[in-house]
């Protein structure tokens, strides 16, 4: 696919949840009220009505305070999740990092998650074996390839996430707020490597609440608000949008008088 082409679409997209209306405290009494019916569950749009047209090569960011629907976009585009209504197209193979952790086994070593989170995305053991040196080299973990990940810190967990993602070379980088945690060389060590990514024709989706970091890894953005898309544009014209209206003061409470 040429640069520029249509990589990622979607069309009308709406994502609907149930939400629990009653509280449970344990999983037998939610079984139980599920069977009997006494459940009540309150239907909840997370996206309603999405639609995106995204180039080959472009970096997308994606704003919005926490519940605005960043994460369910992503988790669609990453066929996670299956919208209800509207179609969605993607072109290419994805590398998503949504959630720290994800694709990783904590019971396993540094070492066989390489291989195990590579199988997940779709290569054979002769290509992750090709770039298992530079997954190591990147991530910085080589003393640790034969230690557990479940005594791995935030940090290292995302080392290894983000190492093995980029290193197979994905057409479409998925990034949501994998790099809020760790430390601030490696961090300008990943954001370098995105940068480098994009040059080659990596298209980016990239979630963060740091609307400088959006502004200077991005060239698009869209706003959500409760699902609904409040602007779509150039990214430095949305980030500025979104950040004016974060600052903004919270409109005063009015307090009603008592009628004498």
Known sequence: MAKGETIIELKDVTIRFNKNNLKVDN??????????KQLMFQEFIALKDINLDIKKGEAWGFLGTNGAGKSTLLKVVSRILKPASGTVKVSGTVAALIELGAGIDPQLTARENIFLNGTLLGYS????????????????????????VKNFSSGMKTRLAFSIATAVEPDILIADEILAVGDMRFKKKCAAKMTAMLEDGTTLLYVSHNIAAVKKQCNKAMWLDHGNVVMVGDADTVCDAFKAEMDAPAPAKTQSKDKK
């Open 125 to 148: 053991k002769a290509f992750i074996e090709s770039k298992f040196d530079d997954i190591v080299e990147f991530s910085e973990l080589q003393d640790f390839l034969d230690s557990p």
């Open 27 to 36: 999983l037998k009494e939610y079984f139980i009220r599920l069977v009997t």
